[in-house]
């Protein structure tokens, strides 16, 4: 598989530098949904990723965010999942916690992992049995297991919402990033204890930082303790997730219970 990592991360750092021709300049805006926003920089960089990956891989399924979805995609035993720009709306802000996200799955596992922030040139990369690392350098995702002393990456909505209240003194920090995907590079890589979401995401959030996250030594789970797979019908996963070392996120999934924020 290390020809589909080297691709990946070539079609990572093209649809970057795409992306950053539109980035604080001027582009067109549309809600797909309710606070759904999406750009020209969202569309063309996933023409550009279509174009690469699928044009060096034909037979291999394709499942984007900003491609209309094929239930053909379900009988193939590899499939490319990727979201050109995850982060959008910190993109629309000026905000640089946005990356593009690419990952292959192989019978519903992750097998490679690329994110790239075109901003501040962050590269992780990870390969199934291969490591985890960012800008070539191996990491890890962080040993520390007591809650009160761990920093947790949460989302920046979430916050604004309150959501988070009632967890607050039980970690040492919460730090809102913006962009699922960069979160779980970033708690692969150690810059933060653990990941959670309190709200569903889709595949396309979370594949390529999943494979990360398992190669750096952790584990992503979803916030009832099951197991996440991928290239399913129903791309949701509810009702949240959790992700880094696997003591911390056991911890981080038993306070969470207990303010029974699981259904």
């Known amino acids: 598989m290390n020809s589909e990592l080297k691709l990946a991360v070539q079609a990572a750092r093209e649809a970057g530098d795409l992306i ?4 604080k300049a001027d582009y067109e805006i549309r809600d797909k949904s309710y606070h759904n926003p999406v750009t020209t920089a969202d569309h063309a960089a996933d023409a550009r990723l279509k174009e690469i990956l699928r044009g060096a891989y034909p037979d291999y399924g394709w499942l984007s965010e900003e491609t209309v979805d094929s239930r053909e995609r379900l009988s193939r035993e590899r499939v490319w999942v990727v979201d050109p720009l995850d982060g959008t709306k ?6 640089p916690n946005f990356v593009v996200s690419i990952a292959l799955v192989e019978n519903k596992v992750p097998v490679i992992g690329v994110l790239f922030n075109p901003v501040t040139k962050e590269l992780f990369t990870a390969i199934r049995d291969g490591g985890a690392r960012l800008n070539g350098e191996v990491i890890h995702c962080s040993g520390k297991t007591d809650p009160a002393e761990m920093v947790i990456l949460n989302s920046r909505s979430e916050t604004r919402r309150g959501l988070w209240d009632p967890f ?7 730090d809102a990033v913006g962009s699922v995907a960069y979160k779980l590079g970033l708690t692969s890589a150690g810059k933060a204890d653990i990941f959670a979401s309190l709200r569903p995401k889709n595949e396309w959030d979370i594949c390529a930082g999943h494979c990360l996250i398992s190669e750096a030594g952790g584990k992503l789970v979803d916030l009832n303790g ?13 009702p949240g997730l959790v992700a880094g070392n696997p003591e ?3 911890k981080t999934l038993t306070i969470l219970t207990e303010g029974q924020l699981v259904t």
């Open 248 to 250: 911390a996120v056991r």
């Open 90 to 95: 910190e993109f629309i802000e000026g905000v």
């Open 168 to 174: 607050r003194a039980q970690f040492a920090a919460l």
């Open 20 to 23: 950053l021709t539109y980035y």
């Open 226 to 238: 099951n197991d996440v797979t991928y290239n399913n019908e129903v791309t949701i996963i509810k």
